[in-house]
């Protein structure tokens, strides 16, 4: 008996435990490293790092953004989902479409995640979504995979001021 409650436990657990995305990679950057002027980053777009003391402020946009402060953006727990300039007007539609769609988060209550969207020039893939330390790439704006990484990133955040938000930040483009 005690077996087989020890195997429903065990059950139990691994369904509630986030199912991995496939391509998911992750890194090891620390917080707190704030630095002026231009920064070269290891990934493209960069998932942590140096970055600057402004923040780049929670929002869509059409043109690209400094990496200095959608990175801080990170740091602060939002999401950024960037698309090569030549995705097509759906595909960005589809992708704001999906950063609008409210997520259970650690407390399970339903919100919507702290994010940015832009274009960005030279992406290995058409779609790229990133969090502090976690990045995933995506063929188009219909990849399940981008959805699945929000659903999990809303739950546990692997940025070090997680819940600060990016509101108030830098509103402007390149």
Known sequence: MWRAASFLLLSLLMSCAPKPVEG??????AGGQQQE????YAQIPPVGGAYSPLW???AAYTAPLYDEYAVHSLERGAVWITYSPALAAAGVGRLRALLAEPRAGKDDK??????????????PTPVVVSVWNAQVQASSADDPRLAAFLDRYAKESSAPEAGKGCSGG????Q
């Open 24 to 29: 998911l990679k992750t890194y090891a950057y």
């Open 37 to 40: 002027g231009k920064i070269a």
């Open 56 to 58: 780049q402020r929670c």
């Open 110 to 123: 339903k919100a919507v995640v702290p994010s940015l969207l832009s274009p960005y020039d030279g992406l």
């Open 170 to 173: 830098y509103s402007g483009t």
